[in-house]
């Protein structure tokens, strides 16, 4: 049963394949270094195998072009040598990890196979995947995916302020940035098992949100026929959050400053006053320093809130970007869309992945959420492809594919993959194996693609379909 996901084999011995296509769900074969180097590149495989005909030196320098082209070093390496020139010393000098010679001992290659699995798996195969996706176990506990520095120094500060008697606090970052994901965090870790009440400030007008927030007496106005009970006395000893303050109307804000100078308020129409002892969390998606210089935002209660500011970088800055592709398979391996294909999609392409990191989000996290959960309803193999990876354009009146210049008016499936499968031949010269491995597909499939939707080189006929010799198995997009 095949252990690894994919291995890369560089090689023309057909025992080495038959061998490689026993351990793992894909196999991609690659003839000589150079074109092996840019497969491994492209598909991150498990174990990368090489025969013995390569020169240690050769090879040397092959993977140290790997190790600089990926920032970290190649798989595993391993070397089968039947009849090989070079010793096991030379070739464990040049960086391979292992060399086995003799083709009577190729069969060592499933312990080693097992190894590799039984290393990965509690990595892999941990019930939330948090090693995978969080910077520690506090942002675990709160779903605040990410591994970049910008998310690390995030995450400081909501440890930070959660641990101190700070309050009011204040979160800033763009719209869709996970600004209740952070008020969240810092009220989990400073009142647990407490109330969490959260207002958006810009969806009430200002006498229904004081109302809401103050609660009222009955008789306070006309429609008041009892009493009711704000939601800053509902939070109790827990957390208040006050989402987009920015659209808060002054006079409310004077009021708002009160509060949180004198730790109590009154109900609309009420004479008693009433004890504040929540934690008042505020954010805002706007630049308080240019609101107040324009008199929409009061000066002192920025002042007062400006204390120990959390902020979320937008997923698009360069300190954050790198969060794209976590982020990506965290909401694949956890949205609930589409319950019939739970467990069925385990990743993206490569290239679904570049176009995701090419984009700029300005709808941040929540863009992304958005348009993985769609390519999960649109995708029908094991992997999302481009072709499902639709992003919706403000820019233009029409809805382009990612990456492919589609509009609404002619967007089909059929017409994203055979551009994304002509894109891939020119952008890797019609090499065919280095087009497949970009688009996470056999070579076999590959040729099948190109022969039905009619892919010609610079006008010349469509190529004749591959020998059995250069077939390899796999996964298709």
């Known amino acids: 049963m095949s252990s690894l996901r994919r291995v890369v084999v560089v090689s023309k011995v057909p025992q080495i394949h038959g061998v490689a296509q026993e351990l793992a769900q894909e196999v991609f074969a690659a003839d000589d270094l150079s074109e092996a180097a840019e497969i491994v590149s492209a598909v991150g495989p498990d174990l990368a195998v090489y025969d013995g005909t390569f020169a240690p030196t050769h090879l040397r320098v092959h993977l140290e072009q790997i190790a600089r082209g990926r920032n970290q070093p ?55 995947g948090e090693d995978l996706y969080f910077v520690d176990e506090t942002a675990a ?107 808060m109307p002054l006079d409310l804000q004077a009021k708002l400053l009160r509060i949180l100078q004198e730790k109590t308020f009154r109900k609309v129409g009420g004479t008693r006053d009433l004890d504040c002892k929540a934690t008042i969390i505020a954010s805002s998606n706007r630049d308080l320093k240019k609101e107040v210089r324009e008199k929409r935002f009061r000066r002192d209660l920025y002042y007062r809130l400006n204390i120990c500011p959390i902020f979320l970088a937008p997923l698009g800055s360069p300190q954050r970007r790198q969060d794209i592709p976590l982020l990506a398979t ?13 467990n ?38 094991d992997k999302i492809g481009l072709s499902s990876i639709i992003i919706d354009s403000l820019d233009s009146e029409d809805t382009p594919h990612a990456g492919l210049g589609h509009s609404g008016k002619d967007f089909s499936l059929e017409k994203a993959e055979r ?56 996964a298709a997009c």
């Open 141 to 247: 506990a709160v779903a605040l995916a990410g591994r970049s520095p910008a998310i690390a120094e995030a995450l400081q500060m909501i440890k930070l302020v959660a641990a101190s008697q700070c309050n009011p606090v204040l979160v800033a970052g763009d719209t869709g940035t996970g600004k209740e994901i952070a008020a969240r965090a810092v009220h989990s870790l400073r009142h647990p098992g407490q109330p969490f009440v959260a207002v958006n400030c810009a969806t009430l007008t200002a006498n229904l949100l004081e109302s809401e927030l103050f609660g009222h007496v009955k008789g306070a106005f006309t429609s008041a026929d009892r009493d009711k009970t704000g939601l800053l006395e509902m939070a109790g000893a827990g957390t208040i959050f006050l989402d987009e303050i920015s659209e």
């Open 330 to 342: 965290y909401f694949l391996k956890t949205s609930s869309m589409g319950a019939h294909k739970q």
């Open 419 to 474: 551009e994304l499968i002509a894109r891939a031949l020119h952008e890797t010269g019609w090499q065919k194996t280095q087009a497949a491995a970009l688009l996470g597909i056999t070579r076999a499939t590959l040729y099948a693609k190109v022969k039905q939707y009619d892919i010609r080189k610079k006008g010349l006929p469509v190529e004749d379909t591959p020998q059995p010799e250069e077939v390899v198995t796999g």
């Open 344 to 381: 069925k999609i385990a990743a993206l392409t490569p290239l679904a992945l570049e176009a995701l990191c090419r984009h700029d989000w300005p709808g941040n996290v929540r863009e992304l959420r958005n348009v993985i959960e769609r390519a999960i309803l649109l995708e029908t193999t």
């Open 74 to 128: 190649c798989a595993t390496v391993v070397v089968l040598a039947p009849d090989g020139p070079f010793s096991e010393n030379e070739y464990r000098a040049a960086g391979v990890q292992t060399c086995v010679v003799g083709e009577e001992n190729f069969a060592r290659l499933h312990d080693l196979a097992a190894q590799i699995d039984a290393a990965r798996r509690p990595r892999t195969e941990s019930p939330a």
